[in-house]
């Protein structure tokens, strides 16, 4: 029996691999791809610490290549949602009772295995099922997960420690029990961390999970899965499968234990879960914790005392790094007409510059868009803007889903800052200026405010100081993350919290305490060590 008072190690970021030519890591990764690439997965779902083949298999691969076979999962149907729910359930008992330094211990582990011996394969799953850059891959998939497995057990202890005032003859007790019931975790393609951290995070805190990925990124969800797996996870704690939306939500919307949603994906999806469990709320044992981080249409805004070269760096990085996928990625900017120019000569440079293909080759900047229906959305809006009017095309535009799904990086400028492509979100590598005039600062701070249902990112370049604090104070609730001379993307754990308000979710801080919190449902306890012998007050004497 534990008898101490445990600390965690102190959490520290991951460090990112350079991966430049010649390096040890380098050299990992690559053969990590090749042996990836000579075999065919076959992945099956995870429900109860089984391995569940239904045999209705389902091909996976590359967004950059087509014609690659990487494997085959395995799709489930309604009677694996309820064996998932069913298993999640009997393991509650044992895990919620598990002392917390043991639940710890297992995801600490996780991100030291990550982080080692799993890192070059994790990275190349990372780069074959989502096409990503070995820099976007090694930032997501290894550093930031890491970085949530150890800040989530470094939080962990912060919240246990919140204790409350005791009196005299009295000791007063906070306990932070699981939620009563299981958690269902809903995971988007564009981040493996994400995908790691929403079962992760409420599982640390005694909580049993559901977890449904999406289905362009099932080959690197099953790698997270074996990394839990070697680090101990207990069978049932997360359970993995591979069904529709649709039919998840119609067997987990509707149980009696279905006790709190993570989420990441798209608005519209997450208001229509939003009113679902609205619509059945009577028939919880609890009411869920609804936790979500949905769209964005992410600003940038340069001021003319703004550096044009600072300004343009982060535009081409901030919109185009991932093909413009990230929740955060830069999609709309206002730019005074002083630096325009040369703004505008420095990011067609930069763009043109960009190498476009497959992420096995490294000195590609710009890879493949995750999938057939993100390709058609992207070039419709592409289209449009060839034919309007007060549109110009400035870079990019061309596409080809031929061989992969590649999108060169589009750059539109428009005269009217209410055109399409400055309100909708696009998740995909087009970026949409509007000049303004110097003198209509303050206006066009308000027509950025109002533009877009979203909050989530944002950014404004300046140097001069009054006009950051205006700014800043302007736009108070356009943006859940918002930055000062940088690009409006590449939150970091521990330093960044992420989450957005307004149509971009319920701001509860992915990389933070308060995320955490959703996860638990308090118990105070007061123990009274000299209990009153009369009912009589002193008043009444």
Not at 129 to 135: T, V
Not at 308 to 316: I, K, Q, S
Not at 379 to 394: C, M, N, P, S, T
Not at 424 to 450: A, C, K, M, R
Request: charged share 20%.
């Amino acid at each position: 029996m534990s008898n101490a008072v445990y600390r965690v190690p102190a959490p520290v970021n991951e460090p990112v691999f350079s991966y430049s030519p010649g390096s040890p890591e380098r050299e990992q990764v690559m053969s990590a791809l090749n042996a990836l690439r000579s075999i065919e997965k076959d992945i099956p779902m995870y429900i109860g610490g089984v391995e569940i083949r239904t045999g209705d298999r389902k091909r996976i691969h590359p967004p950059h290549e087509r014609a690659h076979t990487l494997g085959y999962y395995h799709k489930g149907d309604a009677s694996h949602v309820r064996d998932a729910i069913q298993a999640a359930m009997t393991a509650k008992p044992s895990w919620e009772q598990m002392p917390w330094q043991e639940r710890a211990a297992i995801f600490l582990k996780a991100a030291d295995l990550l982080s080692g011996p799993w890192r070059s394969r994790m990275n190349a799953a990372t780069m074959l099922c989502q096409s990503k850059n070995i820099f976007q891959s090694e930032i997501d998939a290894v550093a930031e997960l890491a970085d949530f497995f150890r800040f989530n057990a470094h939080y962990l202890t912060e919240i246990y420690a919140q204790q409350p005032y005791s009196p005299a003859t009295t000791w007063n007790r906070m306990e932070y029990r699981a939620l009563e019931g299981f958690v269902f975790a809903l995971t988007p393609f564009n981040f493996t961390s994400i995908a790691g951290n929403l079962p992760s995070a409420p599982a640390l805190m005694g909580n049993t999970v559901v977890w449904k990925p999406a289905e362009s990124q099932i080959y690197s969800a099953a790698v997270i899965m074996e990394i839990l797996q070697e680090a101990g996870l207990p069978d049932g704690v997360i359970n993995l499968i591979y069904v529709s939306g649709p039919v998840a939500g119609d067997v987990i919307f509707r149980h009696r234990d279905f006790a709190g949603l993570h989420f990441t994906g798209s608005t519209g999806v997450f208001q229509h879960m939003w009113e679902t469990i609205g619509a059945n709320i009577r028939q919880y044992r609890s009411y869920p914790r609804i936790v979500g981080e949905t769209g964005g249409k992410d600003f940038v805004i340069a001021h003319h005392s703004a550096d044009p070269v600072a300004v343009a760096v982060a535009l081409a990085r901030g919109a185009f790094e991932f093909q413009g996928q990230k929740c955060s990625a830069a999609s709309r900017a206002y730019i005074s007409a002083r630096i325009w120019p040369e703004v505008k000569a420095r990011l067609l440079e930069d763009v043109k510059s960009f190498r476009m293909g497959s992420p096995e080759d490294f000195s590609h900047f710009i890879n493949a868009v995750i999938d057939e229906k993100a390709f058609d959305k992207i070039k419709a809006y592409i289209d449009h803007a060839r034919q309007a009017e007060g549109v110009e095309i400035l870079a990019g535009g061309e596409t080809d889903k031929t061989t992969g799904f590649f999108i060169a990086p589009t750059i539109i400028q428009v005269q009217d800052p209410g055109y399409v492509t400055m309100c909708e979100e696009i998740f995909g590598p087009v970026l949409t200026i509007y000049v303004y005039d110097d003198e209509d600062f303050d206006s066009t701070l308000e027509i950025l405010d109002q533009t877009s249902p979203y909050a989530l990112t944002g950014a404004v370049f300046a140097r001069d100081r009054s006009v950051i604090l205006h700014t800043m104070e302007r736009l108070r609730h356009s943006a859940g993350n918002f930055y000062i001379n940088d690009k409006p993307t590449g939150a970091v754990v521990g330093q960044q919290p992420f989450g957005g308000a307004r149509g971009s979710g319920t701001n509860d801080k992915a990389g933070s305490v308060l995320n955490l919190l959703r996860w638990v449902s308090p118990r105070a306890i007061k123990e009274n060590f000299v209990s009153p012998k009369d009912y009589r007050y002193p008043f009444m004497g």
